[in-house]
């Protein structure tokens, strides 16, 4: 089999190999990489799937599309490094589950992506005997995802800047208590603030000799991760003597976890329809629904804040799967096959209020816990399964892409009660941190940089 070489979704870069992809993150002309060809699963291949555990998996569906780009043995022992948590499969009713993506270390599902690519790169880097600065603002979660993803790798060096003022304690402990490459900076600022001096020092030529990265959410490294946990929860929940479809719930903000989903089904995964699930910030259920696109500017602010996006990156790597072009900006200048789109995919928003009453609801009727992401994405199977009642024993899954424990405020007032802490987060209230101030300027971060990365 070939190795499949990616292609920038603006159309105006050359093409990659996975390595420069994956090293360079955001394509020369600003696109974002695609696959060129989408490598198929056999039907063989996917049957066995359902006697192997996550990593095995991991590393089958990876191997597809890294073939000839990395030895088989690294990828195994990447796979098999980077998920080794539990994937649980719920069930709640009948035939619907919930797939909980949030056992990784900072009990999120981005866990997933970002920790198979920090040792993807970091496999290249030690291969060129080069090192890589991470350099990431965060008003949170974000920063803590990719400090524990990127703890410990030899070739890559990390620095968080988070505003001091804005984050949690247990946020700030996720991020602080590593050590080792991980280096955390609080500034006596805001978020915004932060960004613009990460920024200012990506455009820095004094600064060129530090290999700076970003690391963040578009990358193609982060994609091929996302493929996964659909191929698992349908070989882990399939009935063998049947040929069965089935239908997932993916509540999104950036896309990034759809698009997974949608290479999935492109390589021969069974899916009968996707159910993208987005908060207030309904730009792309109105975009299925009237073929014309409006980024809504600012985005919302819904509880459900890791999905308060109103111009999803990833939505121009969808537009490009279904013949059209959208470009950074999302100027759609080749429009995409609607009708197929809408065969595929049910688009809906779900408000904050129906939100919280879906926490309600599954909680009293089922004794299952919902944290406000997972919620939004079980309210959406929900609606699809109303319209659909023809169809009442249909393999259905939703994913819970973080942890309850982690918006013990949301439940509380929900539920009246305190999610327990997974054991992932437990025990950081104890630990040393190790943070470092800096004035909220310029200079005082590039000293930092300077003296501490020479
Ligand atoms: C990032 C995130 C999402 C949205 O995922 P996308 O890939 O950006 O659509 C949903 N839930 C949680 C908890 C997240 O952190």
Known sequence: MQSVNYYSTNLKANEATFKEALLKGLAPDKGLYMPQMIPQISKELMDSFSEMPYYEIAYHVANHFLRGQIPDEELRKITKDAY?????????????YVMRLDHGPTASFKDFAARMMGRLMNYYLKLDKRKLLILTATSGDTGSAIANAFYGLDNIEVVVLYPEKEVTNRQRKQMTTLGKNVKVISLDGKFDDCQALVKQAFSDEELDYLNLSSANSINIGRLIPQIVYYFYAFAKLRNQEKDEQIVFSIPSGNFGNMMGSMLAKRMGLPIKRLIIATNSNDEFPVLMQKEEYHKIEPS???ISSAMNVGHPSNLARLIALYGG?????GNISKHPDFEQMRRDIFAISISDEQTKETIKEVYEAY????????????????????????????????????????????INEILSLDPELPPSLRGIEDKKEFITSLDNNYDSFKAFLKKNYK
Request: proline share 9%.
């Open 300 to 302: 919302k602010d819904c």
């Open 367 to 410: 004794n299952v816990i919902l944290e406000p992401h997972g919620a939004v994405g079980w309210a959406g199977l929900t609606k699809f399964l109303h319209n659909h009642p023809q169809a009442p024993n249909l393999l259905c899954v939703s994913l819970e892409t973080a942890h309850p424990a982690k918006f013990p405020e949301h």
């Open 325 to 329: 072009v959208m470009n950074e900006k």
């Open 84 to 96: 080794n948590f539990e994937v649980p499969l719920e069930n709640v009713m009948n035939r619907c």
